[in-house]
Antibody, heavy 127, light 106 residues
Framework: EVQLVESGGGPVNPGGSLRLSCVVS????????MHWVRQAPGKGLVWVSS????????YSSDSVKGRFTISRDSAKNSLFLQMNDLKAEDTGVYYC????????????????????WGRGILVTVSS | SYEVTQPPSVSVSPGQTATITCVGD??????TSWYQQRPGQSPVLVIY???KRPSGIPERFSGSNSGNTATLTISGTQSIDEADYYC?????????FGGGTKLTVL
């Protein structure tokens, strides 16, 4: 069974930092692109960052570029999101997400979509 | 930047067909996925590559994508289908989600 379990969320002051982790199991982690998607309270889904299966390339939305860094550690079966200079608008539930297809060389991964989602972890940025 | 637009809400009677659209410039030239999110739950992939259903998704869910519009169709809608639905596409090294459509079954 595929599992993705996020941790590291919580309250933080504006300008502060947090590091989210996602430990995965049930599949060969190094074969899949991984993503972070967030959802502000009562709002829609918003893509945050992605990293390809090899870890060689990563992508981020304009709203977090320069502040957030996505990374992965295959030895630990873990995905990370380092979040710096946090703002109130970063508040929300952050989901760790896995692609549908393995062995993709591109972000769009043959259009397979995001097949597996974690339960999410809440980040609250407020003074 | 690329954007896709969904209607905020759609209503349907039980047993009828629900249609949710996602509109973007030349969207038909990109792959589109659809997600269902029930209150308090994580999203679930219901359609990928425009029209394919993952294992376990009921046959009443179908998708199409042509021109500027991708469409999610739910045939014989049931009360359990009441949820938020999001379309998603890729553009210029980024991932784009629609704003979401709340489907009400009444």
């Amino acid at each position: 069974e595929v599992q993705l379990v996020e941790s590291g969320g919580g309250p933080v002051n504006p300008g502060g930092s947090l590091r989210l982790s996602c430990v995965v199991s049930g599949f060969d982690f190094k074969k899949y692109n991984m993503h972070w998607v967030r959802q502000a309270p009562g709002k829609g889904l918003v893509w945050v960052s992605s990293v390809v299966d090899s870890g060689d390339y990563s992508y981020s939305s304009d709203s977090v570029k320069g502040r957030f860094t996505i990374s992965r550690d295959s030895a630990k079966n873990s995905l990370f999101l380092q979040m710096n200079d946090l703002k109130a608008e970063d508040t929300g539930v952050y989901y760790c997400v896995r692609d549908f297809f393995p062995d993709c060389s591109t972000l769009s991964c043959y259009g397979g979509g995001f097949q597996h989602w974690g339960r999410g972890i809440l980040v609250t940025v407020s003074s | 930047s690329y954007e896709v637009t969904q209607p905020p809400s759609v209503s349907v009677s039980p047993g009828q067909t629900a249609t949710i659209t996602c509109v973007g410039d030349e969207l038909g030239e990109k792959y589109t996925s659809w997600y269902q999110q029930r209150p308090g739950q994580s999203p679930v992939l219901v359609i990928y590559q425009d029209s394919k259903r993952p294992s376990g998704i009921p046959e009443r869910f179908s998708g199409s994508n042509s021109g500027n519009t991708a469409t999610l169709t739910i045939s014989g809608t049931q009360s359990i289908d009441e949820a938020d639905y999001y379309c998603q596409a890729w553009a210029s090294s980024s991932v784009i989600f629609g704003g979401g459509t709340k489907l009400t079954v009444l």
